[in-house]
């Protein structure tokens, strides 16, 4: 298999809402913990921060204000980062999951479908899909498609091809979630070939749960897609071995970026690939 040249982005999800010390002592909690780690994984080579919000117990929140702050040290600490917040099912109900989204991040998170979680239904019905969209497209804000089931590609090409969706497309294949899409290599070649054929313009990007990050993470970059690693989705190195900061899990996808000679992306070359705005650092 021929290795793309084209530089790799790598997202880096820094806590998520589900991972806690207790896992792993190195998970950022608190917004202070979360600008540092995120300012250490920027330095190793992730250009986009994905992330969510805990409240002061630890607990998942959308709480917009909470949002801001940590927007806010992203932009002073980590000059330049794209900054993608977000609008996932456990930190609220309803539009509660867009609460944030006046605040123009770079870039957001939108499911565009439901599927089964571990414990739970994942639930994305059409109207919120459609109103989170909708918000989306007034802030200016690029979705990160993330697809959990083959119907979701499906149905983001849809949402794009009537105007619901700005193109081109950001796809993220997430495999791994126990009673959702294993991490099979047969499959995401399934997802790669229907995403290139319904939306030839769309960039796409991978990202494996627990041990199937660095699965992912090699399947992905020796295909030519991009790449999603951190703590939200794995607090480990291997089995026996936790991960001492997403920065370790960032030089672990930048070491199989140079196996397979493609350079990592910087942010400015993240954000010219992803059409995003410039701005001044």
């Known amino acids: 298999m021929s290795a793309s040249a084209e530089p790799c982005i790598i997202c880096v999800a820094i806590t998520g809402s589900l991972p806690t010390k207790a896992n792993n002592p190195a998970v950022p909690i608190t917004i202070a913990e979360q600008i540092e780690s995120t300012h250490e994984a920027f330095e190793a080579g992730a250009s986009i921060a994905h992330c969510h919000m805990r409240d002061d117990e630890g607990r998942p929140t959308s709480d917009p204000e909470r949002f801001a702050r940590l927007k806010e040290g992203l932009e002073r600490h980590c000059p330049g980062m794209i900054v993608q917040l977000s609008t996932g099912g456990r930190s609220g ?5 867009g609460g944030m989204l006046p605040l123009r991040p770079d870039m957001a998170s939108l ?4 599927n089964n979680f571990p414990t739970r239904v994942y639930e994305n019905p059409p109207d919120l899909v459609d109103w989170l969209a909708a918000e989306m497209l007034a802030h200016d804000i690029k979705p990160e498609i993330e697809a959990f089931d083959l119907s979701h590609i499906v149905q983001a090409t ?4 009537d105007g619901r969706l700005k193109g081109p497309l950001y796809v993220q294949f997430v495999m791994g979630v126990k009673n959702a899409m294993p991490a099979d290599e047969a499959i995401l070649e399934i ?3 229907t995403l290139k054929r319904l939306a030839p313009d769309a960039l796409w990007c991978a990202a ?4 199937a990050q660095v699965q992912l993470n090699e399947w992905a970059i020796a295909r030519g897609g991009h790449t999603r690693t951190g703590m939200e989705d794995n607090v480990r190195l291997d089995r ?4 001492p900061s997403n920065a370790a899990l960032v030089r672990r996808a930048a070491v199989i970026c140079e196996r397979h000679q493609r ?3 910087t942010w400015q070359q993240a954000r010219q690939m992803l059409g995003l705005r410039s ?3």
């Not at 494996?208 to 041990?211: D, L, N």
């Not at 026996?240 to 991960?243: G, H, S, V, Y």
């Open 191 to 193: 997802y790669i070939a």
């Open 93 to 97: 109900a309803g539009r509660e999951r």
């Open 279 to 281: 701005v001044a650092v």
């Open 208 to 211: 494996g749960i627990g041990p």
């Open 240 to 243: 026996d071995t936790l991960a």
């Open 111 to 114: 499911s565009v479908g439901s």
């Open 158 to 161: 849809r949402m794009a091809a």
């Open 263 to 265: 350079p990592v992306a």
